[in-house]
C-alpha cells in the first residue's frame, strides 16, 4: 500500500530552555512559524511572521511595564513574561539571528 501524504517539514529555529521557534513548511506549500513559550504556541503565516521579524529588531529597546513585567501583544493573545523569562526570550529572539 502506498502512503501519498507528504509529511511537513520541521527546522528549529531558535531555541532555549523553555522556549523555541519552528518553521513548517507544510505539503501544500505553505509555511507556517510557532513560537513556543512554554505552554502558550503562536502560529504565524508568513506576513506575521515578517512583522514579528521587525519587532525584533528592535527587541533591546523594549522596557518593562510599570508592574516589571514585559508586554508582548499578538492578534488576540497577550502575553506578560517576568524580567527572567524576558531574558530567556531575547535570547531565543537573537538566536533567529544567526
Keep these: 500500500m502506498s502512503n501519498n501524504t507528504s509529511e511537513?517539514?520541521?527546522?528549529?529555529?531558535?531555541?532555549?530552555?523553555?522556549?523555541d521557534v519552528q518553521k513548517i513548511?507544510?505539503?501544500?506549500?505553505?509555511?507556517?512559524?510557532?513560537?513556543q513559550l512554554g505552554r502558550a504556541t503562536i502560529n504565524f503565516f508568513q506576513e506575521e511572521w515578517d512583522e514579528f521579524l521587525a519587532f525584533a529588531d528592535d527587541i533591546g529597546?523594549?522596557?518593562?511595564?510599570?508592574?516589571?513585567?514585559?508586554?508582548l501583544q499578538f492578534d488576540n493573545v497577550d502575553i506578560w513574561l517576568d524580567g527572567e523569562d524576558w531574558a530567556e526570550f531575547k535570547n531565543l529572539v537573537l538566536g533567529l539571528k544567526k
Excluded at 528549529?12 to 522556549?19: D, H, K
Excluded at 529597546?61 to 508586554?71: A, F, M, R, T, V
Design 61 to 71: 529597546q523594549i522596557k518593562p511595564e510599570e508592574d516589571g513585567y514585559y508586554s
Design 8 to 19: 511537513p517539514h520541521i527546522e528549529t529555529l531558535s531555541e532555549t530552555e523553555n522556549f
Design 25 to 35: 513548511g507544510e505539503p501544500d506549500g505553505e509555511t507556517i512559524y510557532y513560537l
